[in-house]
Each structure stands twice: as C-alpha cells, then as structure tokens.
C-alpha cells in the first residue's frame, strides 16, 4: 500500500515536471533557444494564480488568469529579447535568459515584496480521497496528475492533428522551406513561445496550492526540467512524458525507500544521512546512464 | 625648559583636530545576510530589526555614526566566503554580522574570527562554534542552534507523547535540532529522517511518516521549506491525528502568513515572541509594525538586539571602538535591555535565556504566534563546558 501512494507521489510530480518539460522541450525542439528564463515564466504563473485567486475566490479563474499573464510575458519576452537570439550561439541564448532570471526575480520582489504568497486548494480538493484502501490521498494531487493527462492528450491532437502542429512540425527542420512557401515563420516563433510560456504558467499555478510561492522557486524547478528534457530527447513532447514520469518516480521511490534498504546494513543515522545525499543524485545517475546508453534521450526529436 | 607658546598652541590645535578626526569616522559594520532565494525572509527580516535600532538613534549606535555594509548571499558558501573576504581585506570592517544559516556560519566564521574581526551571530549558532572552537572574537546573540529543540523535547515530553517521528534537513543545523531535541526528549524515536536542503516536495516523507504511525511529529524545517511541508501535511489529512511541534523557525510569523489555517494549533518553542510583556519589546514590537506592517518574528528581535548590543558596547567604548579588545569586553558585558526580557552571555559568548512554548492561532483576520508557557528559564547550551574561554 505505501509502495503504491509513493508510485503515485512520483507520477504527480512526473506530470508536473512533464508541464514544464514540454514547453522548454517545444522551445528548444523547434527554436534551436536554450530559454533559462522558463522557471522564472513559472513564477509569473504561480504568482497571478495566486494573486487572481485571492481577488475573485476561484481558483480555475486564477489558472486561467496564470496561463494567460504568462502567455502574454511569453510573448513579451519574444518580441524584446528572444527574436535577437535565434541565431546566435547557445552561451549566448544562456546569458540573456539568465539576465531574464534575474530581472525577473528582481521584479518580482518588487511588485509583491519578498515574503512568500499564500494559496489553498479550493475547498472541494482540499480533502483526501481513498483511492486504495486506508490510504487517503490528496485530492489535490490527483486533480494536477489529471490536468497532466489532459494536457497531454491536447498537445498531442495539438501536434500531429492540427495544420499549427503541422507547421511546427515543419518549422523545426525546414525553416527555410516553410518560409519560403509563404508561411510567416517568426509568427510561428512567437505562438511556440507563447504556448510553452502558457504551459509553465499552469505548471506554476498548479504548484501554487502544494509548494511556497517565493522569489526563486522557478530555479528549483528548473533544473530538474533540464535533466527531463534531456532524458526524453529534445523537441519530443512524448519524450517528455515519458522522462517527466521515470524523473517524478526515481525521485521519489529513491527517497522514500532507500533510507529503509540502507538501514538493513548500516547504523540509522549513517544510513540517514546516506540515503539523503544518494536519493538526492538518483536522478542525475539516471541521467548520465541514459546519456551512455543513448546520448540523444529516449525519443527523437519532433516526434509526437 | 621653556615651551614658546605658539608651540604648546600648535601642538594643542594638532591634538583637537586628530581626536576630532577620529571621533568622525564611522564604525564600519558589514552584514553577510540571505535576502533572496529560499531562505530570503529570515535575512530580511534580521535586516530589517537590525535597520530600525539604526534609524531610531539616527543612523548611530552609541553615540558613533555606522557604516552599514549590506550584501546579500544567496544562501551560498561560495558567496558567502567571498563576501566576508572583501569586507575583511577591502572595507576593514569594525564588526561582522548577519549570517543566517549554519553551514555558511561554519565556512565563514572560524577565518574572521581568526583574522582578528568581531563577528556577532544574529541566528546561525553551530554546536562546534559554541563548545570546542568557541573563539574570544565570536559572540551569538540569538541561541545556541540546539537550545530551541532541546526545549520542545523538553516540552514533548512533559506532554506525554511517547513516539515521535523526526524531521529535519541534511545540513549542520538540522543535525543539531534532531541532537538537540533528542537531549531533553525521553520516549521513543518512531523515525529520524533527514531532507534535502531546500527541497520542495515532502509527498515521499509524508507517506511514510503516515506507514510509521507515530503519536507526534517535530520537525525542523525554516524558510520555504516549512511552508511547503505544513501546506502538504494539512492536505495529506493527518494534523488532526498526528499533531506537529517544532521550533520556532519551523513556525515563524513568515511561515504563518503564508501557510494560513494549515498551521493552526501547532506548538513551537522559541526565545521571543511579539507579544512577550516588557517595556523594551512593547515598544520594539508597535515600532516594527508601524515600520514595516508586519509582526515581528523571531529573527527580526535577534537582528534589532545585536544592534542594541553594539549600541552598548559602542557607548562604554566610545571613540576606542577600533581597540578590539576593549570592544570585546564591552561586547561580553552586555548590558542592554533585550526585547525577549532578560538576557547575559554565558563563558562562550552564547545567550543564558528563558524559552518559551507557543501555540499558532487565529488573531482577527491572521494567523499568528500565541505565548502559552516557559519551558527553560536561565538555560545554557550544552557545548559551554567544552569551550576553553574563561
């Protein structure tokens, strides 16, 4: 029973990693931008979600309001700095997303000062759910892995069942060609932008109620992004899922389980304090296993 | 022998105008402190208590003008180091202060101290800087970092809980909190599990915590991490079976605020509270909020009380306040009217204080620190015999 809630404990946080992985995957897949400013993206999320929420006391207007203030930052964002940075080289892309971070962070302490938000579930998730017997479950969490799942299953219609996903299909191998036929291809740029900013926006937002909302917290959450997409392939939204979910499940099988294994062998504190640091670099170990196995990740690139 | 009197008048003019050289020069006081990031409001808040001692004796403590050197660290060694390097070598500041966290403390501390600077601790307080490497330039004004564990063991016990699930991060302090409450609790360890610094996501402890079944929890988890945890452990439903204690940093009027309900009814220890009852904190605590609209947490009254505690010492020093030693015994006898009541260093330059127990409760439309008992009165930290000084 607790080996299954802690399965599903991974999965809620494979498919929160998955929201952010797809927008950077799309973003880097298609543009060729190394975007560090996407955890900052995530924050504008979280922070209008919930500044929307406590004004109007719903908390699928605040999403909605997230998803839309992020897509507009998103679209800010492209249209002053990331159009200057296509062609230029990745170091770069890295230094003027990293000073996006900071201006970003800066902001935001400014309009919202430094102490940390706060935002509840609406009351009809706030409970637990007993999804296995004697096991109550947040519902909460079942509500995000949910919206994952939704999520994913639009993108995919979005992808490879729509003229937009044709093009952004096209777009990411043969620019030239895709201009060339008469398709305005920075505009193209700017709606991929704009949808993965949206993505890491609801990703925030979602956060929101589980994670304190502060200045920084899109940086945590950015690092283990880079190690999904990189995992899943780059540019694959499949492989985003895929990687967002083993991610989401060592993390948190490692954790949960391994203090347990250590101590059969070793006295309770050292096997503590072990198990700490070794579930902690689980996932960069299964990274650097991937990256031997197979350097490109688990799927290729612009695939579903 | 007959001095010409344009010599003496000379001479005496010489005089006046070097001593009123140096009563000019301010004291240069550089602050090391996290002002953004994860851990960015026990910073800001030491800042700010410290600020307002400042601003009300108009930009002096003891009668000398302070230079205020304020840089943030981020909660990073590395920066943190390179911060105290500069200031010590480039700025040559008087006195140091600031730092929050403990593994930053280790990394800097023992070099300045060494070096020859005064560093005056408004949080970060090590078990080793407390006992074997205590030094005579190192003093701590908040606590001995196991002090508020050991009295909410302390407390735990008296309360009769008898299996207690432990949770701290996997850092210097958080070994010292689990240490520290282990000291003074008597019953059983249900589990002592150690987390990531600033890791968000507590689903995988929870659930087993849950699978542990223990009758209490205390854990020990400041800044962010406290908010995470408490907002995940109200939704998981087990507040009301398994009821959480901790210290104070795991519940600080920060936390609240942005935890809301989740942490009602929760008990913390510490050494102050906003509405603890002497004349210096009635005034601190309406000032503070007049200043900044907020209650005062905990580490706001550490960083006001090492202002007020420089401000002592400056006034018995006066212009010498360069003269290390004579600031340091100034320092050590520290006569100031703390806003948590009464207050005196013991041999390791580390508070001898009261701590009290607390509970989280709904004041109007917030949520805030209620005082409800004295656990310690007059309580040393457990590492003073084991400081060679005095």
């Known amino acids: 029973m607790l080996f299954l809630e802690q399965l599903l404990n991974g999965v809620q946080l494979g498919m929160m990693l998955f929201l952010m992985a797809a927008g950077l995957t799309l973003i880097f897949g298609i543009m060729h931008l190394i975007n560090l400013a996407h955890g900052s993206l995530y924050m504008v999320g979280a922070y209008v979600t919930a500044t929307v929420s406590l004004a109007s006391d719903s908390f699928a207007l605040g999403l909605v309001g997230g998803c839309l203030a992020t897509a507009a930052c998103g679209v800010l964002i492209e249209m002053l700095a990331m159009r200057h940075l296509y062609h230029r080289d990745h170091l770069d892309q890295v230094l003027a997303t990293f000073g996006i971070i900071l201006t970003a962070n800066e902001a935001t302490k400014m309009i919202f000062g430094p102490q940390a938000l706060f935002l509840n579930p609406p009351a009809w998730l706030s409970t637990t759910v007993n999804i296995l017997p004697e096991t109550p479950y947040p519902a909460y969490r079942l509500f995000v892995i949910?919206?994952?799942?939704?999520?994913?299953?639009?993108?995919?219609?979005?992808?490879?069942?729509?003229?937009?996903?044709?093009?952004?299909?096209?777009?990411?191998?043969?620019?030239?060609?895709?201009?060339?036929?008469?398709?305005?291809?920075?505009?193209?740029?700017?709606?991929?932008?704009?949808?993965?900013?949206?993505?890491?926006?609801?990703?925030?937002?979602?956060?929101?109620?589980?994670?304190?909302?502060?200045?920084?917290?899109?940086?945590?959450?950015?690092?283990?992004?880079?190690?999904?997409?990189?995992?899943?392939g780059i540019g694959s939204v499949k492989g985003a899922l895929v990687a967002g979910l083993l991610v989401g499940v060592v993390d948190t099988l490692s954790r949960a389980f391994l203090p347990t294994v250590l101590k059969t062998t070793l006295p309770a504190a050292s096997a503590d304090a072990l198990a700490g640091s070794v579930s902690s670099m689980a996932i960069y170990i299964l990274m650097a296993v991937v990256l031997v196995v197979r350097p490109q990740g688990l799927y290729n690139a612009y695939g579903t | 022998m007959r001095v010409s009197p344009f010599i003496r008048q000379a001479l005496a003019m010489t005089a006046l105008c070097v001593s009123v050289q140096v009563l000019a020069e301010p004291a240069k006081i550089?602050?090391?402190?996290?002002?953004?990031?994860?851990?960015?409001?026990?910073?800001?808040?030491?800042?700010?208590?410290?600020?307002?001692?400042?601003?009300?004796?108009?930009?002096?403590?003891?009668?000398?003008?302070?230079?205020?050197?304020?840089?943030?660290?981020?909660?990073?060694?590395?920066?943190?180091?390179?911060?105290?390097?500069?200031?010590?070598?480039?700025?040559?500041?008087?006195v140091m202060t600031g730092i929050v966290w403990s593994n930053l403390a280790m990394a800097v501390i023992p070099g300045v101290t060494a070096d020859g600077t005064i560093y005056i601790s408004p949080n970060a307080g090590p078990s080793l800087l407390a006992?074997?490497?205590?030094?005579?330039?190192?003093?701590?004004?908040?606590?001995?970092?196991?002090?508020?564990?050991?009295?909410?063991?302390?407390?735990?016990?008296?309360?009769?809980?008898?299996?207690?699930?432990?949770?701290?991060?996997?850092?210097?302090a958080g070994?010292?909190?689990?240490?520290?409450?282990?000291?003074?609790?008597?019953?059983?360890?249900?589990?002592?599990?150690?987390?990531?610094?600033?890791?968000v996501d507590y689903a995988a402890e929870i659930a087993n915590l849950r699978a542990a079944s223990p009758d209490a929890v205390f854990f020990f988890l400041p800044g962010g991490m406290g908010i995470n945890f408490t907002k995940q452990y109200s939704q998981a439903g087990l507040k009301a079976s398994i009821p959480l204690f901790g210290p104070a940093f795991s519940f600080d009027e920060g936390?609240?605020?942005?935890?809301?309900?989740?942490?009602?009814?929760?008990?913390?220890?510490?050494?102050?509270?906003?509405?603890?009852?002497?004349?210096?904190?009635?005034?601190?605590?309406?000032?503070?909020?007049?200043?900044?609209?907020?209650?005062?947490?905990?580490?706001?009254?550490?960083?006001?009380?090492?202002?007020?505690?420089?401000?002592?010492?400056?006034?018995?020093?006066?212009?010498?306040?360069?003269?290390?030693?004579?600031?340091?015994?100034?320092?050590?006898?520290?006569?100031?009217?703390?806003?948590?009541?009464?207050?005196?260093?013991?041999?390791?330059?580390?508070?001898?204080?009261?701590?009290?127990?607390?509970?989280?409760?709904?004041?109007?439309?917030?949520?805030?620190?209620?005082?409800?008992?004295?656990?310690?009165?007059?309580?040393?930290?457990?590492?003073?015999?084991?400081?060679?000084?005095?």
């Open chain 1, 146 to 232: 949910v919206a994952g799942i939704v999520v994913a299953l639009f993108l995919r219609h979005l992808i490879t069942h729509t003229r937009i996903g044709m093009l952004i299909r096209a777009g990411a191998t043969h620019r030239e060609m895709v201009t060339a036929l008469g398709f305005n291809i920075s505009l193209l740029f700017t709606l991929v932008f704009a949808l993965g900013a949206a993505l890491a926006g609801l990703a925030g937002g979602l956060a929101g109620p589980l994670l304190a909302i502060e200045v920084g917290m899109g940086e945590q959450i950015l690092i283990l992004t880079f190690v999904v997409i990189i995992i899943g």
């Open chain 2, 30 to 94: 550089g602050m090391i402190t996290t002002l953004s990031g994860g851990g960015a409001s026990l910073g800001i808040d030491i800042r700010d208590g410290f600020e307002l001692a400042v601003k009300e004796r108009n930009g002096q403590l003891g009668g000398i003008d302070v230079e205020m050197m304020i840089v943030d660290d981020g909660r990073k060694v590395d920066n943190a180091k390179q911060i105290a390097t500069r200031m010590v070598e480039r700025d040559q500041v008087d």
């Open chain 2, 131 to 172: 006992g074997k490497r205590c030094h005579p330039n190192y003093f701590n004004v908040a606590w001995q970092n196991d002090n508020l564990h050991e009295a909410m063991g302390q407390f735990v016990s008296d309360q009769g809980y008898q299996n207690v699930y432990l949770m701290a991060p996997n850092y210097p």
């Open chain 2, 175 to 199: 070994k010292d909190a689990l240490a520290g409450f282990k000291r003074f609790y008597q019953g059983d360890i249900a589990g002592e599990v150690y987390t990531k610094l600033g890791q």
């Open chain 2, 255 to 390: 936390i609240l605020k942005a935890v809301g309900d989740a942490a009602l009814g929760t008990m913390n220890t510490s050494q102050y509270s906003h509405d603890l009852d002497n004349p210096a904190n009635r005034e601190f605590a309406a000032k503070f909020m007049e200043t900044y609209g907020r209650k005062p947490s905990l580490y706001a009254s550490q960083g006001y009380d090492t202002a007020l505690l420089l401000d002592s010492a400056f006034q018995l020093v006066g212009a010498d306040f360069k003269d290390t030693e004579k600031l340091r015994r100034a320092l050590a006898k520290a006569e100031f009217a703390s806003v948590r009541g009464e207050f005196r260093f013991g041999n390791n330059q580390h508070p001898i204080q009261s701590i009290y127990v607390r509970e989280v409760i709904r004041d109007g439309d917030t949520v805030t620190n209620q005082l409800k008992g004295t656990v310690f009165t007059n309580h040393q930290d457990a590492y003073a015999a084991e400081c060679q000084m005095k």
